[in-house]
């Protein structure tokens, strides 16, 4: 019992559950129930409390009241229905228990194992991105080393208090692993905001396999500036089947809201406009434009200073890398 009561039968630990039923029905009387009266604790109740209903001969009905104000611990409802001529019914009593208010600490991080429990604290962890009292957050579990059947997986989460909650179990099934024919092709398109698509961009795999690790870039030279995209990324295999497609958003800016163009001794320093969905971005080098290009290095930045001294005239151009 928490912050409301509901009149019904059974009481649980948030609510308390009880059923009225009233009747005044001839040939007794001849007058609709119009209201019920209740009062709190005090054994010589006042009634002062009315909760209103549709009026009726006969009212079965379930409602909610409010015990926000009531002290935390064994607590008495006295309430009775009240005619449309004023005439109070036979009061009913009810005992309910209303719990201590807890704080309620975010939920921060969870710890999972596969059929043995090895100790609360001693398991495989993995933390919420935002931590909350009401996480909803997916998770990957390998079970690439298992052999083929059936499992139990065991979590239980921690909040910031570092308190742990009780142990769920799930039954998990480790199905054979399929023969993955080799990717040949990547694929990546883009599609603006207005749902038009680009030209496909293809990078042939050298060396085909069902696992592949592959540094490609997609020319950025058909999107325009400040638009909106959603780059569409998705392999061939050596059998011509299509996979599912990898979509991340990008925002194409190129031109810096606030550029660096500056040289500090000999050394030349220059700016770009972050990307939306990069992860980092690669610095190239050439001689002349369409030249042969060299790798400067890396950044996670959108500027990067020239390590070499610029007593020579080089062009440079940035690729926004994602995973």
């Given amino acids: 019992m928490k912050n409301a009561l509901m009149i019904g039968a059974v009481f649980l630990v948030a609510w308390g559950i009880c059923s009225i039923y009233a009747d005044t029905s001839p040939p007794t009387r001849n007058a609709d129930i119009a209201c019920f009266q209740y009062h ?11 909760y209103p209903v ?23 409802l006295h309430i009775r229905a009240v005619s449309s001529d004023g005439i109070p019914g036979i009061p009913f009593h009810k005992w309910f228990y209303k719990s201590e208010e807890e704080e309620m600490f975010p939920v921060s991080s969870l710890e999972y194992w596969i059929d043995d429990d090895p100790g609360v604290g001693n398991a495989t962890t993995a933390s919420f991105n935002h931590p909350s009292t009401d ?4 998770f990957l ?63 042939s795999v050298i060396d085909p396999d069902s696992l592949i690790i592959v540094a490609g870039e997609f020319p950025l030279t058909d999107l325009s500036e400040g638009n909106n995209y959603k780059l569409h990324v998705y392999v061939t295999s050596s059998e011509d089947i299509k996979s599912q ?65 610029t007593s ?12």
């Fill in 40 to 50: 709190w604790n005090d054994y010589n109740p006042a009634y002062s409390l009315v």
């Fill in 54 to 76: 549709t009026p009726g001969a006969s009212i079965d009905e379930d409602f909610i009241i409010s015990v926000s104000t009531l002290p935390p611990g064994p607590n008495i």
């Fill in 135 to 138: 996480v909803q957050q997916p």
């Fill in 141 to 203: 579990v390998s079970i690439f080393d298992y052999s083929v059947g059936l499992y139990q997986l065991g979590f239980r989460v921690k909040n910031t208090n570092d308190e742990w909650s009780q142990t769920f179990y799930r039954r998990i099934y480790r199905p054979p692993v399929p023969l993955l024919p080799d990717v040949v092709n990547i694929t990546g398109y883009f599609v603006d905001q207005d749902g038009n698509a680009t030209d496909s961009y293809d990078i």
């Fill in 245 to 309: 497609e990898y979509i991340t958003p990008l925002t194409v800016n190129w031109t810096p809201s606030e550029p660096i163009s500056e040289i500090d001794g000999l050394h030349f320093t220059f700016s770009w406009g972050a990307v939306i969905g990069a992860d980092y971005y690669e610095v190239y080098g050439l001689d002349e434009p369409g030249g042969v290009s060299v790798l400067l290095g890396t950044t996670t930045e959108t500027h990067w200073t020239d390590p070499e001294p």
């Fill in 312 to 323: 020579f005239k080089r062009f440079y151009y940035v690729v926004a890398v994602c995973s």
